[in-house]
Each structure stands twice: as C-alpha cells, then as structure tokens.
C-alpha cells in the first residue's frame, strides 16, 4: 500500500513570496491533516479535512494560509505572503476516518520550508 | 482540558541499554494513546498504540501499557540500539480524530 505522498521536499524562499505544498493521500482515506513543525518542536494542526470539507481550520492562520481538499483527495496547503516565522516542516497525513479516537494517522515525509 | 505530558529529553544511552520514556496523560471520555517516533529527517511514523485500558502496544521490540489507573503510557525498551536513536512522541487521540501530542523525547544512542 502505497503511503502519504508529499511535495516538494524542501523548499526555499524570500519572505513575501508564496508557496504551495501538495499532499496526496492513502487512498480510500477521508481524514487529512496539515501540520506545521517547528524545529525541536511536536506538530500544530493547522486544518483538518473530511472528505472534502474542514473540519477544524483554528489554528490555520487565514490571513496568509490556505488549503483546499478538491474531489476528497489531494490537498494543497499555500502560504501567501510568506514571513519569516513560517520556516518549517509541513507535515501531511491522513486516517481512514472509519473509527474516532481509534483512527491511525499516517504521515508523508513532509516539506522543509525555509524562509529567508 | 486533555493533554500529554511527556518526560523531557534529551535521553543518552548506551547501546543495549534499558529505555524508558515517561508519558502521562489527563483526557475525559476514552482515548487512544499512541507513540509516534521521528528518525533524523524524517517524517513521523506510528510505532505502537493501545486503543483501551490494559492494551499493551508492542513493535520493534518497544512496548507500551495503557494504565487507566495512573493515566500512563510509558514506552520501554529491553536493549536499545543505535539505530533507535530518533524523537519520541506520545500522543492522546480524541474522538474527534484529533491527536493532543507531548512535546517529544531526543534519545541519542551511543555504541
């Protein structure tokens, strides 16, 4: 079974400038996730999908970030403008969404944001 | 409110050490406790979860026990390896499908 696909792997930019990630999924299922990293930090949630709508966006900053689940499958989160402050890896991953507290996530290898 | 508190790092060992990494955990209602591990440069990966009170979770020769009583999940391991040298992060899942995560454990594994 194929696992979490994410790209690029590494991207680096000038503050102000935007950028893009991409997430693909295992398929068949419902959950996404994005997560920001911080170096030496756990993950922060930033949006949470279901199929193809959120579910909890609180901690998404949405005055520079924004994502979107098109057809329930790949995602896309952007940063635009960006700032210094958002270097860090951007975690993707899903669950099958079949069970609540139970429901494993699985993780992509995440993209390293550096912002100079 | 829920949360997960996990023993600070970092952790130095000797090869074939006994490793024990804290985590305790406050939640309503009746969570899952997973561990995650995170190798250098990597993305983060399950390493074991129990789903109920007295689940014991094991892979890679690492355990954990869901202790409702002292609201744990210490991960142990017998003899750790070099190559088990990573980030640790105990986490708490919610019924909404949300995880509540500690702030993760370095453990350095010398030969």
């Known amino acids: 079974e194929a696992g979490v696909a994410q790209s690029p792997r590494y991207k680096i930019i000038e503050k102000r400038q935007s950028v893009a990630f991409w997430c693909n999924p295992i398929?068949?299922?419902?959950?996404l996730y994005w997560y920001q990293q911080i170096l030496g930090q756990g993950p922060k949630l930033l949006i949470q999908?279901?199929?193809?709508?959120?579910?909890?966006d609180s901690q998404l900053p949405k005055d520079r970030f924004s994502a979107e689940r098109l057809k329930g499958v790949d995602s896309t989160l952007k940063i635009q403008p960006a700032k210094l402050e958002d270097s860090a890896v951007y975690l993707c991953?899903?669950?099958?969404?079949?069970?609540?507290?139970?429901?494993?996530?699985?993780f992509g290898p995440g993209t390293r944001l550096t912002v100079l | 409110g829920d949360s997960v508190t996990q023993m600070e790092g970092p952790v130095t060992l000797s090869e074939e050490a006994f490793l024990t990494i804290n985590c305790t955990y406050t939640?309503?209602?009746?969570?899952?406790l997973f561990w995650y591990v995170q190798y250098p440069g990597e993305g983060l990966q399950l390493l074991l979860k129990a789903t109920k009170a007295d689940d014991k979770g094991s892979n890679k020769g690492f355990e954990a026990t869901y202790r409702k009583e002292t609201t744990s999940f210490h991960l142990e391991k017998g003899s750790v390896q070099v190559s088990d040298s990573a980030v640790y992060f105990c986490?708490?899942?919610?019924?909404?499908?949300?995880?509540?995560w500690g702030l993760g454990t370095s453990l350095a594994v010398n030969p």
């Open positions: 999908f279901q199929n193809n709508g959120v579910v909890d």
């Open positions: 398929s068949g299922h419902a959950t």
């Open positions: 986490a708490l899942g919610l019924n909404n499908r949300k995880l509540i």
């Open positions: 939640a309503t209602g009746y969570p899952s």
């Open positions: 991953a899903s669950s099958s969404g079949s069970q609540a507290s139970t429901d494993t996530q699985y």
